[in-house]
């Protein structure tokens, strides 16, 4: 028996190759499906199932394309309701793959379809669990991305408590949780970095499988939630009808263009410019009104969270030889509509003749002494507000990233901005945003806060503790 998993730190997302006796099978697939083909070609082994453990929100999953090339089946927990052929399985409906046997659990709560697999091994032991978004190492799926007309998300954290009690919480302590996602996943609140555990040492550690009333959990599940990021129900959609051919995604975003063709097709389109860049190339030198999203970061969830249109054209600059990666990514997450991007990077958009813009961005010994010495600074904090509240600058104010487009108002176009996040991956993208809606008056602060309060006394900082 083999148990493979196969974890893609960008999106924070867990897939599973299971193996036995020739036989496997894959649980919440990516949208690279060769991946799994690739890996079950070379083992000698046939793909008998695709276990999708709900319709999931954060990601385009590679079942449907995945089944295609493989006639394996589709499987769902009940209440699924997808628009292509697929087994729905009844709760405790057991599948042989090779000589272990995968059980499924129904545990609505997340969404309504949401379903956990449970697998013996070849002697019949019960082994790990696939819990999907139901349960997560130290926290619990969100129980608000799937609200219908007749169902509260108090409703939803209803279900959970039950799902969790009745189907979960009676297992061996013995048995390894296999997630589907990890920390930095928007799909729960305070996700552990670790992307398995055993369920003992969960039952022990982790607030929602504590002994509690229904109303206490309900209460701790549902508080903080900050809205979801807009591309989740695009995302759900996608995945119960069907998504694009992913090489054919691919051929049409590989497109070379040269600087000519590349601006031409951004003032017909209407395309936005991702400059897929790290934030120090990107400052000194860009095409004037393109987005910085670092391809080296959180780069689909940001990309997911800030451009709100999933059917938004866009056009691309990154480093050379990373073109496929940047489509690569985007298509994980439903952003399919890639014109191409710009032949010989900036370097060739310079050589061009071509106009560039610049931010200015300082290091945290710079800023101290602006901090410092200059009065009254403005300085907006883009971290999320959790981190804000841990601790931030005396005079900062908040504005979180993924809000920044609703909050463009509380940003200075009269004083200098001084941006920073935690470590300056966050503020680079949004002091290019800014510089793009006309904000001249812009500085990024390097190494944010992280490296700001090694220079600065701690009589500058406010903290929670």
Wanted: hydrophobic share 35%; with cysteine; glycine share 8%.
């Amino acid at each position: 028996m083999k148990v493979e998993q196969i974890y893609t730190g960008c999106l924070a997302q867990g897939a599973y190759y299971i193996e036995s006796d020739g036989e496997a099978a894959i649980i919440d697939p990516l949208r690279e499906t060769n991946t799994y083909i690739n890996k079950a070609q070379r083992n000698g082994a046939t793909i008998k199932y695709i276990f999708e453990t709900h319709f999931h929100a954060d990601f385009v999953s590679g079942h449907v394309e995945l089944s295609q090339k493989t006639n394996a089946p589709i499987v769902y927990g009940p209440n699924a309701n997808p628009a292509f052929e697929s087994i729905i399985a009844t709760d405790g409906q057991v599948f042989e793959v090779g000589k272990i046997r995968i059980k499924v659990l129904h545990t609505p709560g997340h969404t309504m379809e949401s379903s956990c697999y449970l697998l013996f091994d070849e002697h019949g032991k019960e082994y790990c669990i696939f819990t999907g978004d139901t349960l997560f190492i130290g926290d619990v799926g969100r129980p608000d991305l799937a609200q219908k007309s007749d169902l509260t998300v108090e409703d939803l954290a209803g279900y959970l408590y039950d799902s969790l009690r009745n189907q979960i919480l009676p297992l061996p302590d013995h048995i390894i949780v296999y997630p589907a996602h990890g920390a930095g996943s928007a799909c729960g609140k305070n996700m552990s970095k670790e992307t398995f555990d055993s369920l003992g040492h969960q039952k022990q550690v982790n607030y929602a499988l504590q002994e509690q009333s229904k109303e206490d959990f309900i209460n701790a599940v549902t508080d903080g939630l900050t809205p979801p990021p807009y591309y989740f129900p695009k995302n759900v959609q996608l995945n119960k009808t069907g998504s694009a051919n992913l090489e054919t995604v691919m051929e049409s975003g590989l497109q070379a263009l040269s600087p000519e063709a590349f601006e031409a097709a951004a003032n017909e389109t209407g395309a936005i410019i991702l400059d897929t860049r790290q934030a120090a190339d990107f400052k000194d030198a860009f095409i004037p009104n393109s987005i910085n999203i670092g391809l080296k970061g959180d780069f689909a969830p940001w990309v997911g969270t800030l451009i709100t249109d999933i059917q938004q054209p866009i056009l691309f600059v990154a480093e050379a030889g990373l073109e496929t990666e940047v489509i690569t990514r985007l298509s994980r997450v439903g952003y399919d509509n890639i014109l191409g991007y710009l032949a010989g990077g900036i370097k060739g958009w310079k050589e061009a003749g071509k106009e560039t813009d610049s931010i200015e961005s300082i290091t945290p010994q710079e800023f101290r002494n602006i901090y410092i010495e200059g009065g009254d600074v403005t300085v907006k904090d883009v971290r999320k507000s959790s981190e804000y509240e841990t601790e931030h600058l005396v005079n900062a104010d908040n504005i979180p990233l993924a809000y920044i487009s609703e909050n463009m108002e509380e940003f200075s176009k009269h004083d200098t901005n001084y941006i920073h996040c935690a470590g300056g991956y966050r503020s680079m993208i949004a002091a290019s945003i800014l510089k793009s809606r006309g904000f001249d008056n812009v500085v990024n602060v390097e190494g944010g806060i992280g490296a700001i309060k090694q220079e600065l006394p701690t009589s500058e900082l406010v903290s929670a503790n």
